[in-house]
């Protein structure tokens, strides 16, 4: 059962005396045998707290710099006419009260607290966002990292993978920007694509008859999982993993970029969809590193909280001698298997994330061979922040 | 100064005692010299209150029901760090206590209460969504409405009446869609806009050479802000209120479509962008009628709170015999002075109010004169909430 937590607050152009507040407005707590209890703030204001015997507790505040602050936190059970009485009487009471003084009232949404459904997941610049989910369509720990689909009602089905929201069925948008925007024409072309397990980019690109797409995904469950509920964005495509024009590999990509530059493989594109949490490690030169796929650092300056997957296999050392030495590693593959008039496809950050990308930019400057990119800003409908997609070339 | 909000909670599988619970937090508390009360709760669990020298107060439940709930208000201008502190102490320390027992884990951002800038403007069905607006660039009551133009890092300026967000520099999206998402053709053609006092579409359509556009907008005001911290949208358009093919009306829409009917005139495209809150009343037939404009009613379902603007003269008498009448009065007026192979262009709702929608296309069935229409869902960037567009055609 979630708690319901209200917030009612009054910005004033000037400062109020409690004594000159509060009274009018306990008669309203007491109407719903709420207990008071004033505590001493040491020079902050009159805080309240008021308890009921349904467990419903309000705070009422007179901060000592023009606010008043209500929070009312209550079950989701309860009676919501009570609720939004008491809301109601208060707002009503302080209105009067504060005739003349107040700059802004603001009553929110309340914050659902503990709800079967998760639905606030916040933007990559950590604001509070809440979403239209109604249903956990699926949720399992796979080998690399926690998978969910849930349901929203204008989103369609949405694929979070360790709390992150990665794609909703509603993000074509998404797909038609990481390959280009419509600049770009996949007929006859050799493609690779780093991730992109949820089988968005390949339904869309198959329409264009390319002559091979190899899809390097590590986590077979997710492809599972999007097989049977991202049908908005895979359509049939992933029903088999191998079609006349493309393979699926599930595979961890760094071993394969490897050997495709050991064989001299080029593609037309590469496109890297890869989710940017970090999740596979691979042992190397007798020591182990962590792999921080490619677009891990765009992260490290975010306020986003991160969980690395650390698969750790027994007696294995971890070394992390550089982070950005390794991305650079992993850019600098994929720029080798691509073909000298290919073109290199990415998502970026958040277009508010500036300081990430802006170090992102400063990598691309320093890869062994020189490149130039592009990139413009997409609307991508369940992101509710806008989003920014990388084109790069070789020089 | 505003306060700041922390939540904390962790969701659990099994209900929990408190006593089992609580009193290793409470040196947590402690060491920030933070004072317990500890309240009586009837059965509804353990509920703590703690405050501190420095007006900080946390709230500590365990719910009855299997949930842990932590609230932590605190200033703007605190330390961050000793706040990060106390939370990720307090995070830790119950993973610990509650460990096997967590289904998971919620820290949001932080709740900002009575700042500066106002960041949180709820969508239509009545979600919790903060903006990244870092300014107020201009506010004004006008004799109609509350006009705010707030600046957004990512959206550019954006237009708020009656703290409706109404459009944003970055939406584009939004004129495309209203104007028939690039299936219409406006060379040569006349166009009637009710509202768009934005110039957004005005600034558009120019472009592809029509015969003549008439806007009309009822205020001054939105028309000389957005002129001025709109430019985005509209433009050097709105520099002239008459151009080579275009006009602009500052008037009520009301009486100039009836004039239009009484002269049989009629519109190639009758675009109607009138803001969905109702703000302005005429008087008729001897008694005065509130006046709703069109997509009022688009409203009535929604939980969207509202406030209606009514400009009433002394001594007229207020009189509302039924919403919907008066919404297909103005509905059939722009039918009534549409082409009869031309078409009527709006905005709906949100797509998530189905049942607002519902009851707007079976207005479009009762009109004195029978219509189709079409409708499509578009991502517009500052709304964070799909929205569907409609195109109407004589039958």
Redesign the interface.
């Known amino acids: 059962?979630?708690?319901r937590?209200y917030?009612l607050?009054f910005?004033l152009s000037a400062a109020v005396d409690s004594s000159s507040t509060v009274p009018d407005l306990l008669s309203i707590f007491h109407e719903q045998e709420m207990?008071e209890?004033v505590?001493?703030?040491?020079?902050?204001?009159y805080?309240g707290?008021f308890?009921g015997?349904?467990?419903w507790?309000a705070?009422l505040?007179v901060?000592?710099?023009g606010?008043v602050?209500v929070?009312l936190?209550c079950y989701e059970e309860d009676d919501f006419a009570q609720v939004d009485n008491l809301l109601n009487a208060l707002e009503s009471k302080l209105k009067v009260i504060l005739n003349g003084n107040i700059t802004?009232i603001?009553?929110?949404?309340a914050?659902v607290?503990?709800a079967e459904v998760?639905?606030?997941w916040?933007t990559t610049?950590?604001?509070?966002?809440?979403?239209?989910m109604d249903q956990l369509v699926y949720e399992e720990d796979s080998a690399f990292q926690n998978i969910k689909i849930l349901h929203s009602?204008?989103?369609g089905n949405a694929l979070i993978l360790d709390n992150d929201l990665n794609l909703a069925e509603?993000d074509l948008?998404y797909t038609l920007a990481i390959m280009g925007s419509g600049r770009e024409n996949y007929t006859g072309k050799e493609v690779l694509i780093l991730g992109g397990g949820d089988g968005g980019i390949l339904s869309e690109m198959v329409k264009q008859k390319p002559k091979m797409v190899t899809i390097v995904h590590i986590d077979q469950k997710v492809i599972d999982a999007c097989k049977k509920y991202m049908r908005g964005t895979c359509g049939n495509i992933l029903d088999n993993l191998k079609g006349d024009c493309y393979q699926i590999l599930v595979e961890d990509c760094v071993p394969v970029l490897k050997k495709y530059v050991q064989e001299g493989k080029t593609f037309d594109y590469v496109i890297n969809d890869l989710t940017a949490i970090p999740i596979s490690m691979e042992p190397e030169e007798g020591f182990c590193i962590v792999f921080f796929f490619l677009h891990f650092f765009l992260y490290l300056t975010s306020?986003h909280?991160m969980r690395l997957n650390l698969i750790l296999k027994p007696c294995e050392l971890l070394v992390v001698d550089s982070t950005w030495e390794f991305l650079r590693l992993i850019l600098d593959l994929s720029i080798k298997v691509l073909h000298p008039s290919g073109k290199y496809l990415t998502q970026g950050n958040?277009?508010?994330m500036t300081e990430s990308l802006g170090l992102y930019e400063e990598q691309l400057g320093r890869l062994s061979c020189p490149v130039g990119f592009s990139k413009e800003v997409v609307?991508?409908?369940s992101y509710?922040?806008?989003w920014v997609f990388y084109s790069v070339w070789k020089k």
Do not use: F, W
């Not at 505590?39 to 204001?45: I, L, Q, R, S």
């Open positions: 059962m979630a708690l937590h917030t607050d910005k207990t209890t505590h001493e703030t040491n020079g902050h204001g805080l707290t308890v015997k349904n467990g507790l705070i505040r901060h000592s710099h606010l602050t929070d936190q802004r603001k009553r929110l949404p914050l607290r503990g998760d639905r606030y916040p610049d950590n604001r509070l966002v809440e979403y239209d009602q204008q989103y509603s948008a306020g909280k958040a277009e508010n609307c991508v409908p509710l922040e806008q």
